[in-house]
């Protein structure tokens, strides 16, 4: 049976990451597709699990090359997905889930139109600032850029199916874990699951 692929975006500091991780962690047959990226490691982070850090020039080589599903450039660097991952990860069944920015996102929905797509706001611009600033991780210079251009980021929610407020972090991970259930629901995933249980139910 084919996964369902998911995409989930929010401006920088909206929380998305933690929230992804423990929808992984606590979710069964769903998987995140780990992005390629030429940013530097942030502290504690590791290649090939956050995601796979890879310098400009072999970056700009995948993209000549069509390695990559989607891919942009964010402030000074630049991420993309790959699409030989994704598909062998769908093929086997596993819902992939896309952490992507938005731009990324509707390049990706082009080649699959049935992707869901999933919006995070944070609750305030309080909260986003506070949120940003307590990484610890990032010079005020950069906290401000990410603020400056979150705004803009923000207005993408407009493209997206789904939108989830990220106040309360249980709350926020119920849902999009209801999200995800309801697509495993549909009748296209349910006629696959069970077909000859359907087939047999509807015999006269």
């Known amino acids: 049976?084919?996964?369902?692929?998911?995409?989930?975006?929010?401006a920088s500091g909206t929380g998305k990451t933690s929230l992804v991780k423990q929808l992984i962690a606590t979710t069964n047959d769903v998987a995140v597709s780990v992005s390629h990226t030429t940013r530097a490691?942030?502290?504690?982070?590791?290649?090939?699990?956050d995601y796979h850090f890879t310098s400009q020039e072999a970056f700009i080589g995948g993209v000549k090359a069509g390695d990559f599903l989607e891919h942009a450039q964010v402030?000074?660097?630049?991420?993309?997905?790959s699409q030989r991952s994704v598909t062998k990860q769908l093929d086997s069944g596993i819902?992939?889930?896309l952490e992507i920015d938005w731009q990324g996102a509707l390049q990706v929905k082009k080649?699959?139109?049935?992707?869901?797509?999933?919006?995070?706001?944070?609750?305030?611009?309080?909260?986003?600032?506070?949120?940003?600033?307590?990484?610890?991780?990032?010079?005020?210079?950069?906290?401000?850029?990410?603020?400056?251009?979150?705004?803009?980021?923000?207005?993408q929610y407009v493209h997206f199916e789904y939108v989830v407020i990220n106040d309360q972090f249980e709350a926020a991970l119920a849902e999009l874990k209801a999200i995800i259930v309801a697509k495993r629901q549909t009748i296209e995933r349910q006629q696959i699951r069970y077909g000859d249980t359907i087939t047999e139910l509807l015999k006269a």
């Not at 402030?75 to 997905?81: A, I, L, P, Q, S």
Request: proline share 7%.
């Open 111 to 155: 080649i699959y139109p049935s992707a869901t797509m999933i919006f995070i706001l944070p609750p305030n611009k309080a909260t986003l600032r506070q949120r940003l600033s307590s990484r610890g991780q990032d010079s005020e210079a950069v906290i401000e850029a990410r603020l400056a251009g979150a705004a803009f980021e923000m207005k």
């Open 75 to 81: 402030f000074d660097n630049f991420y993309g997905t």
């Open 41 to 49: 490691p942030r502290p504690g982070e590791v290649d090939g699990h």
């Open 95 to 97: 819902d992939v889930i």
């Open 1 to 10: 049976m084919l996964g369902s692929l998911f995409i989930i975006t929010a």
